[in-house]
């Protein structure tokens, strides 16, 4: 079994910041990458920012400059630095992992259960 548990989200006005976390935990051999989606009301889940194994992070041209996705690989917990928040960055955000759970299985995707950011005056 693996969980991922997302934490942070809150109210915040335009021009604030967050921090999200994602703790990764269960039957967890090796982590290739963790990553932030987002979906706003009405809209399609949209990709934010990827952190890969050996550190090398990306990022959506919406939240480039502004977020920072980092990851910490003793604790396998995942971050997303949030700034200079938009009303458009109003979503619900999920922590992804690819992830294996034993020595020789193929990677898998698993997502936590989200967690709601609302930017407004």
């Known amino acids: 079994q693996v969980q991922l548990v997302e934490s942070g989200g809150g109210l915040v006005q335009p021009g604030g910041s967050l921090r999200l976390s994602c703790a990764a935990s269960?039957?967890?051999?090796?982590?290739?990458?963790m990553g932030w989606y987002r979906q706003a009301p009405g809209k399609q889940r949209e990709w934010v920012a990827t952190?890969?194994?050996?550190?090398?992070?990306r990022y959506a041209d919406s939240v480039k400059g502004r977020f920072t996705v980092s990851r910490d690989y003793v604790t396998n917990m995942s971050y997303l630095q949030m700034n200079s928040l938009k009303p458009e960055d109003t979503a619900v955000y999920y922590c992804?992992?690819?992830?294996?759970?034993?020595?020789?299985?193929?990677?898998?995707?698993?997502w936590g259960q989200g967690t709601q950011v609302t930017v407004s005056s």
């Open positions: 269960g039957s967890i051999f090796s982590i290739n990458s």
């Open positions: 952190v890969t194994g050996n550190s090398n992070t």
């Open positions: 992804t992992a690819a992830l294996s759970t034993a020595w020789g299985s193929s990677s898998r995707d698993y």
